[in-house]
């Protein structure tokens, strides 16, 4: 079974913690649109271009405002991830799933620690991890830059052969993949097509040579595996 030896067990946490068929997410696409319009102050359908445009050259929004326009991060993190959990339903069947898993649990994000407690409480499972690392202990370097990779296994005395990650964004599995570790890529069949093509989540179909398995349903995929 390719997948038991592992005893890390990372995941993202925005669509992939919870499906991004919940249309959660599309709050905080919102929110960002709305930040850069007022912070650049220029139309919404210009500071989306933007937005968008950041995404792609410096991995997040977030990266980009700060490195082109010296934006301080924690007003930007803190305004887009003020939003309604009411959307989301927790899935009871993940926390037995993510429980009865062997080793340790971490929680990887280009989001915030406060955003990941938020949604990691909502979600029921937030206690079940070994650690939580968030954008600012990148030094709000985020994936798929291969320097927060490297802090994170640091920090957290990780052996990739050992690991695996989670994610719905497949350009995030690549250098996981180039450590060693084994990559499971969380498919949604939603429509996001309002997402440029290398940010949304990936629909399963023709998955990338560093993608060792994929899923749409999390849990029913770690209640699968055999220890
Ligand atoms: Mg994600």
New binding site residues.
């Given amino acids: 079974m390719p997948f038991s030896h592992v005893d890390n067990w990372i995941f993202?946490?925005?669509?992939?913690l919870y499906s991004g068929d919940a249309n959660f997410f599309k709050q905080i696409d919102v929110k960002m649109t709305a930040f850069v319009s007022r912070f650049l102050d220029m139309p919404p359908v210009e500071a989306r271009k933007v937005q968008k445009q950041y995404l792609l050259e410096y991995g997040t929004t977030l990266s980009g405002l700060m490195a082109v326009h010296n934006m301080d991060p924690e007003e930007f993190l803190n305004d887009v991830h003020d939003i309604s959990l009411d959307v989301l339903d927790p899935d009871p069947a993940l926390r037995p799933a993510i429980e009865t898993l062997p080793g340790r649990k971490f929680i990887f994000t280009n989001g915030s620690q406060k955003h990941a407690k938020n949604v990691g409480d909502h979600l029921g499972i937030y206690d079940l991890f070994d650690g939580v690392f968030a954008i600012e202990d990148a030094g709000y370097v985020p994936k798929p830059k291969p320097a927060p990779y490297d802090m994170f296994i640091k920090e957290h005395d990780i052996e990739p052969k050992r690991a695996m990650m989670a994610?719905?964004?497949a350009r995030n599995l690549k250098i996981p993949f180039e450590l060693g570790m084994k990559t499971l890529l969380i498919t949604s069949q939603a429509d996001w097509s309002h997402e440029p093509e290398h940010a949304r989540p990936h629909t399963g179909e023709n998955t990338p040579d560093f993608v060792h398995d994929h899923t749409g349903d999390l849990s029913a995929w770690l209640h699968g595996l055999e220890f």
């Fill in positions: 993202d946490l925005d669509n992939t994610e719905d964004s």
